[in-house]
């Protein structure tokens, strides 16, 4: 049984991520933002553990973490939460740019040098779901591309420093996914959403587990997704 620490299992792809592993009697560890949303959590993935704090305050996961008891030991840390708003460049505020790379980019940063250690002790394998704005940035997507770049070069760093511990890194970056957060994406766009034209949050799911349930000694380092025709 393996043990996973996930950010992001309330809804859309982390929610479909925590149900397949705990289906099959994984341990989950599921990070929620206060102890109302642990409750929540912990209702939806019956038998799920949680750990307590902010995503969207990096600089207070160390204090929140040493104040819980972390497992010893983490196959699986998983990053698929995050946040999104759109707007031109010309109207972004420091405001959504602060709030959009806290979430996005330095919480994955900060937690996973929280919990390094336990991954270290386990050989296990980071996970960070990225984004196709990850890899190219269109109109009024500047402040989420720029998070999802830095993710990007996070992993690559951290690939790169880990693989003497065994520690394996791997992005996942989805296309258009039919969730919540596209859903949004769609408003502030003026777009009419159909789920129906994107990736599920299964699909992507099933890539994730695809890259962790590899064997030791062979890893994904990226996997691209686009929904299919």
Same mark, same amino acid.
Not at 62 to 80: E, K, N, T, V, Y
Not at 168 to 181: E, I, L, N, S
């Given at each position: 049984?393996?043990? $996973?620490?996930?950010?992001?299992?309330?809804?859309?792809?982390?929610?479909?991520?925590?149900?397949?592993?705990?289906?099959?009697? #994984?341990?989950?560890?599921?990070?929620? &933002?206060?102890?109302?949303?642990?409750?929540?959590?912990? *209702?939806? $993935?019956?038998?799920? &553990? !949680?750990?307590?704090?902010?995503?969207?305050?990096? =600089?207070?996961?160390?204090?929140?973490? @040493?104040?819980?008891?972390?497992?010893?030991?983490?196959?699986?840390?998983? $990053?698929?939460?995050?946040?999104? =708003?759109?707007?031109?460049?010309? =109207?972004?505020?420091?405001?959504?740019?602060?709030? !959009?790379?806290?979430? +996005?980019?330095?919480? %994955?940063?900060?937690?996973?040098?929280?919990?390094? %250690?336990?991954? /270290?002790?386990?050989? @296990?394998?980071?996970?960070?779901? +990225?984004?196709?704005? @990850?890899? &190219?940035?269109?109109?009024?997507?500047?402040?989420?591309?720029?998070? *999802?770049?830095?993710?990007?070069?996070?992993? #690559?760093?951290? &690939?790169?420093?880990?693989?003497? $511990?065994?520690?394996?890194?791997?992005?996942?970056?989805?296309? /258009?996914?039919?969730?919540?957060?596209?859903? *949004?994406?769609?408003?502030?766009?003026?777009?009419?959403?159909?789920?129906?034209?994107?990736?599920?949050?299964?699909?992507?799911?099933?890539?994730?587990? !695809?890259?962790?349930?590899?064997? %030791? @000694?062979?890893?994904?380092? #990226?996997?691209?997704? /686009?929904?299919?025709?």
């Amino acid at each position: 049984m393996a043990t $996973h620490v996930i950010t992001g299992a309330g809804s859309g792809i982390g929610a479909a991520v925590a149900r397949r592993l705990g289906e099959r009697g #994984d341990e989950l560890w599921l990070w929620a &933002r206060d102890a109302g949303r642990a409750r929540e959590l912990e *209702k939806q $993935h019956p038998g799920a &553990r !949680t750990l307590v704090g902010d995503l969207a305050e990096p =600089e207070r996961l160390s204090w929140a973490l @040493g104040h819980q008891s972390p497992p010893d030991r983490i196959d699986g840390l998983l $990053h698929i939460a995050g946040v999104l =708003e759109l707007g031109p460049v010309g =109207e972004l505020t420091p405001a959504i740019w602060w709030a !959009t790379l806290a979430a +996005n980019l330095m919480a %994955p940063a900060e937690l996973t040098r929280l919990l390094l %250690p336990q991954v /270290r002790a386990a050989r @296990g394998h980071v996970v960070f779901v +990225n984004s196709g704005a @990850g890899l &190219r940035a269109s109109a009024h997507w500047s402040a989420y591309a720029a998070s *999802k770049h830095g993710l990007r070069a996070l992993a #690559d760093s951290l &690939r790169a420093e880990e693989a003497a $511990h065994g520690v394996r890194v791997t992005t996942v970056y989805p296309g /258009r996914t039919a969730t919540p957060m596209q859903e *949004k994406a769609h408003r502030q766009e003026g777009a009419e959403y159909d789920p129906d034209r994107w990736l599920t949050a299964d699909a992507v799911a099933t890539t994730v587990l !695809t890259a962790i349930d590899l064997p %030791p @000694g062979n890893e994904i380092t #990226d996997l691209t997704l /686009r929904p299919g025709g």
